[in-house]
């Protein structure tokens, strides 16, 4: 009886995920119809679902006027080094915190998840501060050291280490492995699907990171995508067809990466429990 009442269902489902997934994917869409238009169709007060004649006139006008290839570099060396140290500090972590037991290590994770409910705003100054004193202000290492871990990327690398058979791990400790050739040999190899989670999510939090570069970064050889995107929002004005050309630019190397790396994202969440 659940059975054929799920299957009666099931179109309706259906129709209301292809219709959930349409509003979700309109933005997206429009922005590419407004990328490839033309100024004149643009402002000719026709409302068309696809430009009469596609043009590249609008990314040509934004890479002549501002130094996106600087901005697009910036961005990719800042988000691969943050996603390399934060899927390393996470992983060596979330082991520590699921296979080594020392005094306060409970108390030590809880408060590692707490840093979770502190927003960025709260801790701006101090952090302002400190990467003041250290010299690193107006520099990459301003932005890309005080984002290179996360409690987040702890807890779910703890959940998963933890979904790891114990006995491999006895296995190996009674064969004379360390932890650190449990981890290389065994842990690692085993957390392809979390690695993969934790590199796209450290990747997409950086690459779309927007406040602390913005107080971080001086020089505008140094701008990120985001930061390139205000500050090109403020010369271009009305220009909408280069502003979505540029916000185009931004978008889709983060939408092709989720789309390769789709598998392994939802089998990184599922192992650690995450629903």
């Not at 100024?39 to 990314?59: D, I, K």
């Not at 101090?126 to 202000?137: A, D, E, I, K």
């Not at 004379?176 to 993969?196: D, E, W």
């Not at 939090?205 to 971080?216: H, I, K, T, Y």
Request: with cysteine; net charge positive.
């Amino acid at each position: 009886m659940r059975r054929r009442r799920r299957d009666r269902w099931m179109p309706v489902r259906l129709l209301g995920a292809v219709l959930v997934s349409l509003a979700l994917l309109f933005p997206l869409y429009w922005m590419v119809v407004v990328a490839f238009s033309s100024r004149s169709e643009l402002f000719s007060g026709e409302t068309r679902l696809w430009p009469r004649a596609v043009t590249l006139e609008n990314f040509e006008r934004v890479f002549d006027a501002f130094p996106v290839v600087t901005w697009v570099g910036n961005s990719v060396a800042i988000a691969l080094v943050v996603s390399l140290l934060s899927v390393t500090v996470s992983m060596l972590a979330g082991y520590a915190f699921a296979h080594l037991r020392f005094r306060g290590s409970t108390a030590l994770f809880l408060l590692c998840v707490a840093t979770l409910m502190i927003p960025l705003q709260v801790i701006m100054v101090p952090l302002f501060r400190l990467v003041t004193s250290m010299g690193l202000f107006g520099s990459y290492w301003a932005v890309i050291l005080p984002t290179a871990a996360t409690g987040f990327g702890a807890f779910l690398a703890r959940q998963f280490v933890i979904g790891i058979p114990r006995d491999l791990i006895e296995a190996a400790r009674l064969d004379g492995a360390g932890h650190v050739r449990i981890f290389l040999r065994i842990v690692l190899p085993l957390s392809r699907p979390l690695l993969a989670v934790l590199f796209f999510m450290s990747l997409l939090q950086s690459w779309n990171d927007f406040a602390w570069p913005l107080v971080a970064l001086q020089d505008n050889t140094l701008y990120t995508l985001p930061i390139g995107l205000l500050y090109l929002q403020g010369q271009l004005g009305s220009d909408y067809g280069g502003t979505m050309a540029f916000a185009l630019l931004s978008v889709l190397p983060m939408v092709v990466l989720f789309l390769v790396f789709q598998r392994y994202f939802v089998q990184g969440f599922a192992r650690t429990g995450i629903r």
